[in-house]
């Protein structure tokens, strides 16, 4: 991003400290890494930390996919700060164009619904979904799409990388 766009400006938001460090080492100097969840609320919550941690996530996995996928059964529970992206933006004044990209493990829909205000102001949405899902409770392509459509997007195609499908929206 920062080769093709040196003008930009990079807001990662990263619970999982192992996660968080790794990703303050790589994107040191050009962005504004978090360690926080994003979600619908502002506090502290209960969050699952898999042993694989690209795979933690508020929501649990369902039993048929740790059948299915048995290195995704191993999971703690630990607690996170949160906000949202209406809170952690409300005094950021952010230059357009404005690229959101959400990848949260299935609570995609709960992010979107703490940034109804930025929403307004976001030009590009690039965005995990699932036709299946992993985990209990997870949000789906149809949710997304039904979502971002009342608020004007249109939805542009989309990509399959590694289990998640990632729609394209502007």
Known sequence: LSYMHPEAHLYAFEPV???FT??????????????LALINSVGETKFYKNKILQASSFLPIKLQSKKK???LSETSLIKVNTTTLDNYFNKISLETPI???LDTQGTEDLVLK?????????????????FGGLYKGQCSFDDIYN????????YKGGSLIDYGF?????
Do not use: M, W
């Open 99 to 101: 690229f959101l990209k």
């Open 22 to 35: 790794v990703l303050s080492s790589k994107f040191s100097g050009f962005s504004n890494i978090n360690k």
């Open 17 to 19: 400290e192992e996660n």
């Open 114 to 130: 703490g940034g109804k205000r930025i929403l307004n102001d976001v030009n590009f949405i690039y965005i995990e979904t699932s």
């Open 69 to 71: 996928y048995g290195f």
């Open 166 to 170: 990632f729609p394209f929206f502007n």
């Open 147 to 154: 979502y971002l459509r009342n608020f004007g997007f249109e």
